[in-house]
């Protein structure tokens, strides 16, 4: 099975600083990976697909990149409502794999 | 837009059994594959199970197979999960969530607001 490994766990940040999460994988797959943003009590939000596909309607500050095992997501320029935990999500296997999350918290 | 309601949650002793229900609008189950995912209290996302939208595989996370069962209700457009033999660490919020394909190699796109299951005497 494919293994996600997610750091950081938590983040502390400022408004308008560049924020960068990574995950990544126990052997190399293809650019089936999504990344998920999730407030306290909601369902998680769709943000990132395919590596580095923005879904429709989430803002430009948000990128994604892959590397051989390695995927990032960055936020260039940290906004008030993107205080929140992301997820990445391995879907390369039938067998799905979740990152153990990193929260964003304010410095 | 596709939206998921899920029901079925509940208090349930350890050992017990519960069925949690999941129905959509605004897409055909047959042309996408359907996933449950849990959240223990505190927790992270943990994938439980899936199943493809055409031939209807079914998939499952090691620690709940033989104990969970995913099907669905093409004609209701509802996607299901027995669970049996539950045991205290199955305490989770359980989100149904629905993949931009009809299989769950493509991302999920759209999710449910969680129906809350509690195991415990």
């Known amino acids: 099975d494919i293994q996600m490994t997610q750091s950081p766990s938590t983040l502390s940040a400022s408004v308008g600083d560049r924020v960068i999460i990574t995950c990544r994988a126990n052997?190399?797959?293809?650019?089936?990976l999504a990344w998920y943003q999730q407030k306290p009590g909601k369902a998680p939000k769709l943000l990132m697909y395919?590596?580095?596909s923005l879904e429709s309607g989430v803002p430009s500050r948000f990128s994604g990149s892959a590397s051989g095992t390695e995927f990032t997501l960055t936020i260039s320029s940290l906004q008030p409502d993107d205080f929140a935990t992301y997820y990445c999500?391995?879907?390369?296997?039938?067998?799905?794999?979740f990152g153990g999350g990193t929260k964003v918290e304010i410095k | 837009e596709a939206q998921l309601l899920e029901s079925g949650g509940g208090l349930v002793q350890p050992g017990g059994s519960l069925r949690l229900s999941c129905a959509g609008t605004?897409?055909?189950?047959?042309?996408?594959?359907m996933t449950w995912v849990r959240q223990a209290p505190g927790k992270g996302l943990e994938w439980v199970s899936s199943?493809?939208?055409?031939?209807?595989?079914?998939y499952y996370e090691d620690s709940v197979k033989g104990r969970f069962t995913v099907s669905r209700d093409i004609s209701k457009n509802t996607v299901f999960l027995q669970m049996s033999s539950l045991r205290a660490d199955d305490t989770a919020m359980y989100f149904c969530?629905?993949?931009?394909?009809?299989?769950?190699?493509?991302?999920?796109?759209?999710w449910g607001q969680g129906t809350l299951v509690t195991v415990s005497s």
């Open positions: 969530a629905k993949h931009r394909g009809v299989t769950s190699d493509e991302a999920i796109d759209s």
């Open positions: 395919k590596a580095s």
């Open positions: 999500l391995q879907y390369n296997s039938y067998c799905l794999t």
């Open positions: 052997q190399s797959f293809s650019r089936w």
């Open positions: 199943l493809s939208g055409s031939a209807g595989n079914t």
């Open positions: 605004g897409f055909t189950f047959s042309r996408n594959a």
